[in-house]
């Protein structure tokens, strides 16, 4: 129910809904579109973050951040948005979607790296495609490849296995591979299907070295990192700044102040400000 629902400013949640019985979200290539433009139209009006999603014919998963307490209020106007045009569409009435959505809350990076994963793995593991790869409705195609236009904000997730994007992409299409034949059960099914499938990758990559992952989920090294931008005398690059204000979110969320960063990183306090707040800079 929503109302147990853990809403927090500048929460991350991964968003399941589904159809209703064997009812169908998605009849033809249009229905998909229509939902992908309401929800950067969502995105947009509601200042979300979308980190990635997968829309499947009877269900679908989105992976987002918001930074407001504003995700049911998004949820309600992209799932009766896109309600309405289906009805209106195949000129039936009744419900499109089954129930109130549901939203697993997510306070650590192994989550972010694990929930990213069983998302551009879902196609794959209901048989809906031969390569993970080869999938249109997802944006697996953002993390691994050079998409340069998309209101997709993989960074959260990439930033989180090498600050260097390249890097991060060719680490990230590994785990994909790597991960194609762990068993995993249905979301919408199992509530416990998320968690299970983080314990069989745990497993995997215990026995792994998965390029300079040694272990499922890379250590964030943050006086390694630090270091890195102290050297620097300015950041222009945008994935560098997206680098860099991951870095001062990770150092704020272990307590330190913005003074304290600001000296750490030889910045101004001004600088770190706009960083936090979104800022160009």
């Known amino acids: 129910m929503v109302g147990r629902k853990v809403i927090v400013k500048g929460g991350v949640y991964h968003i399941t809904q589904r159809a209703p019985g064997r009812e169908l979200l998605f009849l033809e290539n ?17 200042n979300l973050s979308i980190i990635c999603f997968s829309l499947l014919p009877n269900h679908l998963h989105i992976f987002l951040k918001i930074k407001e307490v504003n995700l049911d209020k998004a949820m309600k106007n992209l799932f009766q948005s896109y309600a309405q045009y289906f009805n209106t569409k195949y000129q039936r ?28 793995l879902n196609a794959y593991k209901a048989k809906l495609t031969e390569s993970p ?54 979301l919408i099914e199992n509530k416990y299907a998320l968690k299970s499938f983080y314990g069989k ?11 300079k992952v040694t272990s499922f989920v890379p250590v964030f090294e943050l006086e390694e990192q630090i270091k890195k931008f102290v050297s620097k005398e300015r950041v222009f690059a945008i ?3 997206s680098a860099l204000r991951y870095l001062i979110e990770q150092l704020r969320s ?24 979104n800022k160009t800079v």
């Open 201 to 211: 990758l745990l497993d995997r990559f215990k026995e792994k070295t998965i390029s």
């Open 239 to 241: 994935e560098e700044k």
């Open 30 to 46: 249009r229905d998909y579109l229509k939902f992908l433009s309401l929800l950067k139209k969502m995105k947009k009006e509601f």
């Open 133 to 186: 790869f080869n999938y249109k409705w997802h944006s697996l195609d953002v993390y691994v490849k050079g998409v340069k236009t998309t209101f997709i904000d993989k960074g959260l997730v990439l930033n989180t296995l090498d600050f260097n994007l390249e890097k991060a992409k060719k680490i990230y299409r590994k785990l994909i591979e790597e991960a194609c034949d762990i068993e995993c059960e249905s």
């Open 93 to 120: 009435k009744g419900h499109v979607f089954c129930g109130v959505y549901r939203a697993s809350f997510c306070d650590r990076d192994d989550y972010l790296i694990t929930a990213s994963l069983y998302i551009h």
């Open 254 to 277: 272990r307590g330190f102040s913005v003074s304290e960063i600001a000296s750490k990183l030889d910045y101004n306090r001004c600088h770190v400000y706009s960083l936090l707040s």
